[in-house]
């Protein structure tokens, strides 16, 4: 059995919920026409790592009332405004909001949808999301377009990973023992889904994020 036969039915970890083709195609058209607008509001910005100012081969922008943004001189924060234009985030589809509270049953809204549009090559390394106070709550992401292959590992760097693909309409969620996981995208496979014409070829991934306590 090749390795990616055995990772499709390997089992999830405690904390992980993958909702393989969640989203119809006609939702999914939906919620990627919302996007279209969002991202004509809301451009897409180049995050850079902090302190070297690296850029991110992923682009990003940000729905909600709070946008998780990176720069060379003040890294990983929260922002409630796009780090180009100065104008608020857009605010959140009803549609997110809704998959939130039929897929969780946490007791508030998510503040932040952040955006990544992946164009092909684009990748992201192995990390853990800790800049959210409200680490109690879950992680909701939503993928469109192109198909993913996803990584999921430890609470340590070093520990053993799983990989499996995520395709668009898929969610997953992250929450309890696995919220502090690391995790990353090691490569999107062009061909394999489309985005409107505005986006280029690749694949968008939006996640539902708490950032402070309710
Ligand atoms: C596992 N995004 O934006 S979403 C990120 O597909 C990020 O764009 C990836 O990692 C993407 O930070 C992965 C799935 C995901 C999100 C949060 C997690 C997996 C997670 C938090 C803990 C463990
Ligand atoms: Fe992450």
Redesign the pocket.
Known sequence: MSAQARSFNEPMPEGTRLYRGRLSAAQQDALLTEVACILRAAPLFVPRMPKTGRPFSVRMSNTGPLGWVSDKEKGYRYEPVHPETGAPWPAMPDMLLRLWEELTDYPASPEAG?I?HYAPGAR?GLHV?VDEEALEAP?L?VSLGCS?R?R?GGLKRRDPTISFD?HGGDV?I?EGP??L?H?G?DRIYPGTGVLPEEMGEGRI?I?LRRVRRP
């Open positions: 952040l990544n992201m999301d992680i992401s993913a996803f999921l995520l997953l992250l696995s919220r996981r995790h995208i991934n996640t």
